[in-house]
């Protein structure tokens, strides 16, 4: 059987507020039972010094009636708790009791009377307080406390005509006084009474405030969680965990809603990989299916045009069709390329060496639009396990969008050649063309999307993007608009293992 969190935690904090508050209580009312006993028998101790001292006289004279009017006198006043009061001797005979009957009748050293002073094997009158008192039941059955009080031998004793004793002997006699304890014990009935209510109270309170902080501060952020876990679960990304407070689960709340998000999008970017990689596909089987019809245009277009040479009306449309059938092959080549790459044929590869051979092919077309190009490269620069034709389509491919970002009428171009950390080397090229806007920066390398209008493919950045990552490295670009543009490329020197044939989805 499944048991919750909380209700776990509510039965565990109650056992252990009931335990310490059932211990506290347990405790004060010992305490206070200890301490209502300690002054009951206080109080009883008191009452028979008082008895001692009023009838000192009398026993001192040995008047007994006297003697015998006072202890009854003493011993009648129950109402106020008194229930037997008497004298006996060493031997345990009772000389002077309350109660008539007990009046010469000897005690057992045994009994509840004088266990006491016989167990403790010291002198009755060494014994504190407590030694001498003890608690019975009586007959009906109350409790009664009964102390014992010596009677010692004092001079006056011995040397008094009435009843001379010897010197020698230093107790005459012990005075033995019984109070009721009913009312302590009402008492301590009615502060168990309260002491066991109020801790029933403060336990309920407790677990009553314990339940409400868990069910605020535990259950229903949980539950919230739970419940957006299952629907996630379900396929819905749209769930949104609700604020549930500055503590561990507020944050994990935040996480798990940032982490639907990236999940949300993440399954956007996965979709549109999926429906990219098929229009890849689909592209890649119509360009090669219409590449050989447009090859047989070009052909029979050329030769019309050298067949039409006296006819200028007619050149000028052969042309026409000769030049867009050549972009047309322009750009189902670039489809190829983008949809079918090829694996890099890596060897160690000088990256300037690299960066001449592409500045050559791009030279005239750079001075027609007045460039002006800047080479700083670094003189030791680390070769790298790379394939050096790949990496020039790239540099080709950057220095061609570098210019069209200038236009015609001229600016700069700048490569930088350059070791960078963690054994890679750097190239950068900067343009001080008409920069990125910021919204189309994170899509630059998206197949398919260009800036540049009708006069771009949007494959060139993608195809470029792929091959570096065919080959560990990366390639980044930041711009201001208006201020120019840095592409930034990135190899290993080390030789890494192939990564296989980037597809169309790795590429998106």
């Given amino acids: 059987m499944r048991t919750r969190i909380g209700t776990r935690l509510i039965i565990g904090a ?6 310490v508050i059932g211990g506290m209580a347990f405790t004060i009312l010992k305490s206070q039972t200890a301490q209502l006993m300690a002054e009951r028998t206080r109080s009883a101790d008191q009452l028979s010094e008082t008895i001692k001292s009023a009838t000192h006289f009398d026993m001192l004279e040995n008047r007994r009636d006297n003697l015998h009017r006072q202890i009854r006198a003493v011993g009648g006043l129950q109402d106020q708790g008194i229930r037997k009061v008497r004298v006996f001797n060493k031997e345990g005979r009772i000389m002077f009791s309350s109660t008539s009957e007990e009046i010469g009748t000897s005690l057992d050293p045994k009994g509840e009377a004088c266990y006491a002073c016989h167990a403790e094997g010291r002198p009755l009158d060494k014994l504190e307080i407590q030694a001498r008192a003890r608690t019975f039941k009586a007959p009906d059955g109350t409790r009664i406390l009964g102390v014992i009080n ?5 001079p006056t004793c011995s040397t008094a005509a009435c009843h001379a004793h010897s010197a020698k002997q230093s107790l005459l006699g012990v005075l033995d006084v019984n109070v009721s304890l009913a009312e ?3 008492e301590i009935a009615h502060s168990r009474r309260v002491i066991m209510v109020s801790a029933i109270l403060a336990i309920l ?4 405030m314990l339940w409400w902080l868990n069910r605020r501060l535990v259950s229903r952020p949980v539950a919230a969680l739970v419940e957006g876990t299952r629907r996630v679960s379900a396929g819905d990304l749209n769930v949104t965990i609700p604020f549930i407070g500055r503590h561990e689960l507020g944050e994990l709340a935040k996480a798990f809603n940032s982490m639907i998000h990236n999940l949300a999008d993440t399954q956007k970017q996965l979709a549109q990989s999926d429906k990219l990689a098929s229009v890849g596909r689909l592209a890649a089987g119509i360009a090669h299916e219409i590449n050989n019809p ?17 006819d200028p009306s007619a050149c000028e449309d052969l042309d026409v069709i000769v030049r867009e059938t050549v972009r047309c092959r322009g750009i189902i080549r670039g489809l190829l ?10 060897q160690p590869t000088d990256l300037n060496d690299v960066v001449r051979r592409s500045v050559s092919v791009v030279m005239t077309q750079l001075s027609m639009q007045k460039v002006v190009l800047s080479l700083d490269l670094a003189p030791e620069l680390p070769s790298a396990n790379l394939d050096g034709n790949q990496i020039q389509q790239v540099v080709v491919n950057l220095l061609l969008n570098a210019a069209d970002a200038i236009g015609t ?3 700069t171009i700048r490569a930088h050649t ?27 390398f998206e197949p398919f999307f260009t800036t540049k209008g009708n006069h771009g493919t949007g494959l060139g950045l993608a195809v470029s993007w792929g091959i570096v990552e065919a080959h560990g490295g990366s390639l980044e670009a930041t711009s201001e608009p208006g201020q120019g543009t840095c592409f930034t490329l990135r190899l290993p020197t080390s030789a890494i293992p192939d990564s296989g044939t980037p597809t169309l989805s790795t590429l998106t």
Avoid: C, H, Q
């Avoid at 109650?14 to 335990?19: K, S, V, W």
């Avoid at 390329?337 to 890596?346: C, E, G, L, V």
């Fill in 150 to 154: 010596p009677i010692p031998n004092e």
């Fill in 14 to 19: 109650g056992l252990a507020t009931a335990t």
């Fill in 184 to 186: 302590v014990d009402l």
């Fill in 337 to 346: 390329d983008f949809a079918r790459p090829t694996a890099p044929a890596r």
């Fill in 409 to 411: 009428g001229g600016g």
């Fill in 205 to 208: 309170g407790g677990s009553l």
């Fill in 418 to 444: 350059s070791p960078a950390p963690e054994s890679t080397i750097e190239l950068r090229l900067e343009d001080n063309g008409k920069g990125i806007p910021a919204e189309d920066l994170p899509r630059i």
């Fill in 294 to 310: 447009l090859t047989g245009v070009l052909s029979y277009a050329s030769l019309l045009r050298k067949r039409m040479g006296e």
